[in-house]
């Protein structure tokens, strides 16, 4: 080529350094039409190249290159390298294809895909194949003009100079793919405006499973073409990551367009769109945008795409097909404002509101999403709140109602909607133990005075607020709290109401078992071992279905809950000692069994499910004038769960332990030949230690307090017959002691304590039967009912059977 631009940059470099006698004039090597050259190894001096009209030079296994100048000709590079003081390649039509290979250069552009004055010949627009290569420039790594396309595969192309550009796409198209890594110094990629346009235009760019960085600039920067009609489209896939130390994801300057496609993608940036700046963003599937958006963007977040921003956004047009949007965690009172329409078929919107401090939790700061537009929703959106401080009641009237100032605004639409076009997620939040709802104010029963929408009244304002409920009067069903106070008061959350009624429910379980362990020792202190038996053994099934009535009123959270239990007992005595004024009679016991709690709460249903196993020691003695003592202790490790009709399975984790000692003390009295009374009396006491729990909707309870002490006195009149022996039992007994429940949310201070009613006083009258079938063989049962004296206490049926052998 006459004039050939690479002998004047050589010259030019000579020149420079000529002085100090660093190069020597080395003349560049010319590949006429038709050439075909191979240069394999690293020997000599590397040349510089300018390659003619279908020409062809190939550098292979350590071939060394000063720069090389291409048009309409073939390079590939195998295992070499060019290192050149200016521009490593410059394409001016044809091909390069390197693979292995290193173009650096150490003041300007890696590779350029150039244009040609009067245009390059038909179907010769430059294209470059990259592949396990690296190319840098300090300008620039790569720059794609004339419509030129660059194909990346598992390549690092970077911008190395101060304020450097890792790609320049001008005119044409980039595809990065199999772990390519573009880097710049200032921007990763350049979508730059052309000063000629010679390939139509088009920019694009394709992102697979590669990265873009940039250090101080944006990751992607976006200018306007010079005739401004024609749009940048990038398209992101499959594990494509774009990021900026400087924050910047994407940069759209004055007056450009970009059409953003991601699918399967990672952003970490913001996209800023500049004056008169546009874009179209879809984030697909399995998309992460992790930045604000501000500018006339028209977004569409679809099913299991997110776009969560740190700061304030503002976009032209917003579209939820299932995806997420909103803020990470921060600071309150973000905005993100949508200027016109906002359509949604389902989805999410994250925000975060809190308590004003200042004002005693009476007034409160959220981030908003504000709406100009109208709101189309064919499905409700989801609102995810979390809270920033501890939870406060939001009815600063106190008049047990939603007013149109109380709580924080969450959504606010100058246009249509329609109340159910948003909803809390679970349909209620839970801040610490409370419960919040979201109220839909429409046209006419907004406050003006609370809008945050710019130039445009408010028609729809939807708020989070308390949760009030009542006994009856608010449309609840009757069924919590036989006390006196039935006044409004907020909702808990629905496992709440399980968690104050657990620690008494363990206790009647654990209660059950050592109380009906007492009853078969009748039978067992009464047996005469005479020194022919090694003992005896026992089985006994038992179960009771009750329900407990609090004592505690409606407003302090009393709970009435039905309780139920069934367990297996299996036990026998290991020592027996006869002697002429009385007896001793020790031994073991094992149980298994199962309970449920099913809590009467308006604040929401919920069902805790327990399993236990225990075991148990015993040991009793009979005197010789009939007097009896026996003493009883046992441990259950208890371990279950709390569900909520909303949460689903599994919102709290139950682990729990009950120890208990007893000790029970009668005397019978004949009453005629085959009767005999027997008073008895029982004293007891245990406690229940349940581990904190730490569960849904980041609500954690601890439990304190759970002592329990029972007394029973009573009588039973029983036939005194060996083979078929009935009886009648009726015991009155009273319990003392409950639980205190302190609740709040996850990091802060507890919100609130509850303490769970006392299991009170009651009666218990039984019927039952001991039968001897065989002369080792014995069947026992009874059945009896139980009911509350006073305000509160267990009602409900009770029974075992069982058969006892001694050996």
Do not use: C
């Given at each position: 080529m006459e004039g050939s631009r690479v002998r004047q940059r050589v010259a030019a470099a000579v020149m420079a350094a000529g002085s100090i006698g660093?190069?020597?004039?080395?003349?560049?090597?010319?590949?006429?039409?038709?050439?075909?050259?191979?240069?394999?190894?690293?020997?000599?001096?590397?040349?510089?190249?300018?390659?003619?009209?279908?020409?062809?030079?190939?550098?292979?296994?350590?071939?060394?290159?000063?720069?090389?100048?291409?048009?309409?000709?073939?390079?590939?590079?195998?295992?070499?390298?060019?290192?050149?003081?200016?521009q490593g390649i410059e394409l001016l039509s044809g091909a390069i294809d390197i693979a292995g290979s290193t173009v650096k250069a150490n003041d300007g552009i890696g590779i350029y895909l150039n244009h040609m004055a009067g245009g390059a010949p038909p179907n010769t627009l430059p294209t470059a194949r990259l592949s396990e290569s690296t190319v840098s420039g300090t300008s620039a790594g790569v720059v794609i003009d004339a419509g030129g396309s660059l194909d990346a595969f598992s390549s690092h192309v970077e911008g190395s100079g101060t304020g450097g550009t890792g790609l320049i796409l001008i005119t044409g198209t980039a595809r990065l793919m199999a772990g390519t890594e573009v880097h710049g110094d200032g921007d990763g990629v350049q979508l730059r405006a052309p000063g000629r346009t010679t390939g139509g235009g088009r920019r694009e760019l394709f992102v697979e499973a590669s990265k873009i960085n940039g250090v101080n600039g944006a990751a992607i920067s976006v200018e306007r073409t010079s005739n401004g009609t024609e749009e940048a489209r990038v398209v992101l896939r499959s594990g494509a990551e774009l990021t900026s130390k400087a924050g910047v994801a994407i940069r759209v300057g004055e007056a450009a367009h970009l059409d953003l496609d991601a699918e399967g993608s990672f952003i970490r940036g913001d996209v800023d769109?500049?004056?008169?700046?546009?874009?179209?963003?879809?984030l697909a599937r399995d998309t992460s945008l992790l930045g604000h958006i501000r500018g006339q963007a028209n977004v569409t977040v679809d099913h299991h795409a997110a776009w969560m921003a740190a700061t304030d956004s503002r976009v032209a047009t917003l579209r939820l097909a299932g995806g997420a949007a909103g803020f990470s965690d921060g600071r309150t009172g973000r905005r993100l404002e949508v200027d016109g329409a906002f359509v949604a078929a389902g989805g999410e919107v994250f925000l975060q509101a809190s308590p004003t401090a200042a004002t005693g939790g009476t007034s409160w700061t959220s981030?908003?999403?504000?709406?100009?537009?109208?709101?189309?929703?064919?499905?409700?959106?989801?609102?995810?709140?979390?809270?920033?401080?501890?939870?406060?009641?939001?009815?600063?009237?106190?008049?047990?109602?939603?007013?149109?100032?109380?709580?924080?605004?969450?959504?606010?639409?100058?246009?249509?909607?329609?109340?159910?076009?948003?909803?809390?997620?679970g349909g209620y939040l839970v801040a610490g133990p409370y419960q919040y709802e979201l109220k839909a104010f429409g046209p006419g029963e907004t406050d003006e005075s609370e809008s945050h929408l710019k130039d445009a009244k408010l028609n729809w304002d939807y708020r989070l607020v308390s949760r009030t409920v009542c006994e009856t009067s608010c449309g609840g069903e009757t069924g919590s709290g036989e006390g006196p106070e039935g006044k409004p008061r907020p909702a808990v959350a629905p496992q709440?109401?399980?968690?104050?009624?657990?620690?008494?429910?363990?206790f009647a379980y654990a209660?059950?078992?050592?109380?009906?362990?007492?009853?078969?020792?009748?039978?067992?202190?009464?047996?005469?071992?005479?020194?022919?038996?090694?003992?005896?053994?026992?089985?006994?099934?038992?179960?009771?279905?009750?329900?407990?009535?609090?004592?505690?009123?409606?407003?302090?959270?009393?709970y009435d809950y039905d309780h139920t239990m069934e367990a297996w007992q299996f036990g026998g005595s290991i020592v027996g000692l006869d002697g002429d004024n009385g007896s001793v009679r020790a031994g073991w016991a094992f149980d298994r069994g199962r309970s449920s709690i099913v809590p009467h709460a308006v604040?929401?249903?919920?069902?805790?499910?327990?399993?236990?196993?225990g075991t148990s020691a015993w040991i009793t003695w009979k005197g010789g004038n009939g007097l009896w003592a026996d003493w009883v202790v046992s441990r259950q490790r208890i371990r279950g769960a709390t569900d909520t009709l909303v949460g689903g399975k599994g919102v709290g984790r139950i682990r729990a332990t009950a120890t208990g000692f007893s000790a029970a003390f009668g005397w019978p009295v004949q009453v005629g030949a085959q009767w005999s009374a027997e008073p008895h009396v029982q004293l007891s006491t245990g406690s229940v230690r349940l581990k904190p729990i730490?569960?849904?909707?980041?609500?954690?309870?601890?439990?304190?307090?759970?002592?329990?002490?029972?007394?029973?006195?009573?009588?039973?009149?029983?036939?005194?017959?060996?083979?078929?022996?009935?009886?009648?039992?009726?015991?009155v007994s009273t319990t003392s002691g409950n639980a205190t429940v302190a609740a709040g949310a996850s990091g802060l201070a507890p919100a609130a304590r509850f303490s769970s009613g006392s299991n009170g006083s009651e009666y218990a009258v039984a019927?039952?039967?001991?039968?001897?079938?065989?002369?080792?063989?014995?069947?026992?049962?009874?059945?009896?009912?139980?009911?509350?004296?006073?305000?509160?206490?267990?009602?409900?049926?009770?029974?075992?059977?069982?058969?006892?052998?001694?050996?």
């Open positions: 660093e190069y020597q004039l080395v003349e560049a090597r010319s590949l006429g039409r038709g050439d075909v050259l191979v240069v394999e190894g690293p020997h000599g001096v590397p040349d510089a190249w300018d390659l003619q009209q279908g020409a062809s030079l190939s550098l292979l296994n350590g071939a060394r290159a000063k720069f090389v100048e291409i048009y309409d000709g073939t390079l590939r590079m195998s295992s070499a390298r060019v290192d050149s003081s200016d769109l500049s004056k008169m700046a546009s874009a179209d963003i879809t981030d908003k999403l504000l709406i100009g537009g109208d709101v189309t929703a064919t499905s409700p959106v989801n609102l995810v709140v979390s809270l920033a401080d501890t939870p406060a009641h939001t009815d600063r009237n106190e008049n047990h109602l939603a007013d149109n100032n109380e709580g924080a605004s969450l959504v606010q639409v100058a246009g249509a909607s329609r109340p159910g076009a948003f909803r809390l997620k709440v109401a399980s968690y104050i009624s657990t620690p008494g429910a363990i209660e059950g078992m050592f109380t009906n362990l007492h009853q078969r020792l009748g039978e067992i202190r009464d047996q005469d071992f005479e020194g022919k038996t090694g003992g005896e053994l026992f089985a006994r099934f038992s179960g009771r279905n009750q329900r407990y009535s609090s004592g505690r009123a409606f407003s302090r959270y009393g604040d929401g249903e919920s069902v805790t499910r327990l399993r236990a196993n730490e569960g849904h909707d980041s609500l954690n309870v601890t439990f304190k307090g759970h002592r329990y002490v029972g007394k029973t006195a009573g009588v039973a009149i029983a036939r005194t017959d060996e083979l078929f022996a009935p009886f009648v039992r009726l015991d019927v039952g039967v001991n039968a001897q079938l065989t002369p080792r063989l014995q069947a026992f049962g009874e059945g009896g009912y139980r009911h509350y004296l006073g305000a509160g206490g267990f009602q409900g049926w009770t029974g075992h059977v069982g058969l006892r052998m001694t050996l």
